[in-house]
């Protein structure tokens, strides 16, 4: 195992001679019991490649434009602009770290549904002329700030507007009204962007409506003269080869019949947890255990252990890098990595916490595990849906070192 070190000051594993990823975790755990048990994350880059060819393997005609919010570690963007990825960018300090990585900014598309005044100008000033618009007061602050700007217009979606309280995006009622507006401010509107959430249970239904309604913004504004050329389907991707199966059954027909490759339009999609989910790993530390439900049997005076179950308190919670789980999403039950389990050995129903002892910091609610003692390591997979940053300001640890590797086919 070799190890080379990146100009954004991280150190990348190669792994050779039969090396695994399970391998480098342990060896972390060993280096990590030596000193504070801190716990640590290790991100496998070849999980971005491996997801890239998925994707294009799957979804050929839909450009992958990264959304940065998702997971902005250096090392990933990094990969995913020398696999050509263009991005999406929230607010001017992804805009610069994309632009550091020798993003050109034609490959740059600023989002966000209120965008500060900054950071339009931090656009324009970077040549960033591709912006999403949703209202009337965001297309009155563009045409200010940044006359020469290309829009796409956020338009709201059924399935969308079932997933949360706030409304984002407009109507297709009142987009012809904004479409004249853009026309009058002599601001360029050349495309529609929409997104369709990965909970939504009826796929073929959500984009039939977007598709539809998309393909009618378009004729509007190709009657007023504008140069319509992208529509961008936004994210939901999960990560899952099946589910993205499924977007791709029903969106490709739909795009043949109102966005044909001879129509010149250029289709773009949000594949943020599809590249990065699987690619982290989170190490933690068992720093405190409880027995509940206590049966004591009146010979022995021991615990019954058929009628235990135990409380494990973690070194990092909700506050930290489980944050997410405030949001609602599940954690997925860890692995034990204090030794082999062998298939006899007895399990028992558990609970793991975060150190706060707060009510709320309840990782995971429960899960069958052999009883562990302090000290014993958990990984958790599929952690790579957040920032980097999550994995530090708000953990109990001032910073957890991240750790990344790459096998030397992958590379």
């Not at 990969?79 to 020798?102: M, P, Q, R, Y």
């Not at 009142?174 to 909970?199: D, N």
């Not at 499924?246 to 490759?261: G, H, I, M, T």
């Amino acid at each position: 195992m070799k190890g080379f070190v990146d100009k954004p000051s991280y150190i990348v594993e190669l792994l050779e001679g039969g090396v695994t990823l399970d391998d480098v975790i342990d060896g972390h755990i060993c280096e990590q019991a030596l000193v504070e048990k801190s716990a640590f994350v290790v991100g496998d880059l070849g999980a971005l490649m491996r997801q890239h060819v998925c994707w294009q393997s799957a979804v050929p005609r839909l450009q992958p434009y990264y959304p940065v919010k998702c997971n902005s570690s250096p090392a990933v963007i990094k990969v995913l602009a020398s696999l050509g990825l263009g991005f999406i960018c929230a607010n001017k300090t992804e805009v610069s770290l994309v632009l550091e990585h020798g993003v050109p900014p034609e490959n740059i598309i600023l989002s966000g549904v209120c965008k500060q005044l900054a950071h339009i100008k931090h656009a324009a000033k970077n040549n960033i002329q591709h912006l999403v618009c949703e209202n009337e007061a965001e297309l009155s602050k563009i045409s200010r700030l940044h006359p020469g700007a290309k829009l796409l217009l956020q338009l709201t979606t059924e399935a969308h507007a079932a997933e949360t309280s706030m409304a984002f995006g407009f109507s297709l009622k009142s987009c012809r009204h904004l479409l004249e507006a853009a026309k009058e401010l002599g601001v360029q509107v050349v495309g529609v962007t929409f997104h369709i959430p990965s909970s939504c249970q009826d796929l073929q239904q959500a984009y039939t409506h977007a598709l539809s309604d998309a393909r009618v913004v378009f004729d509007m504004g190709l009657d007023l003269g504008f140069n319509m050329n992208i529509l961008d389907i936004g994210g939901g991707f999960t990560g899952s080869e099946v589910q993205l199966k499924q977007v791709e059954s029903a969106v490709r027909p739909l795009l043949d019949a109102y966005f044909p490759p001879l129509s010149g339009v250029q289709v773009l999609a949000q594949p943020g947890s599809f590249y990065v989910a699987t690619a982290f790993s989170l190490a933690v530390n068992v720093i405190g255990k409880k027995v509940m439900n206590r049966h004591w049997d009146s010979l022995t005076q021991g615990v019954n252990n058929e009628d235990a179950e135990f409380l494990y308190y973690m070194n990092e919670g909700v506050y930290g890098p489980f944050s997410r789980k405030l949001l609602g999403n599940c954690i997925a039950a860890p692995s034990v990595r204090k030794h082999a389990l062998c298939a006899e050995e007895e399990v028992f129903p558990s609970s793991l916490w975060g150190p706060s002892l707060d009510q709320l910091d309840q990782v995971v609610e429960r899960c069958l595990l052999p009883e562990l003692s302090v000290g014993d390591w958990l990984c958790f997979p599929n952690m790579g849906v957040c920032g980097l940053e999550e994995f530090s300001c708000l953990s109990s640890s001032p910073q957890l070192p991240v750790y990344y590797t790459v096998s030397t086919c992958d590379w």
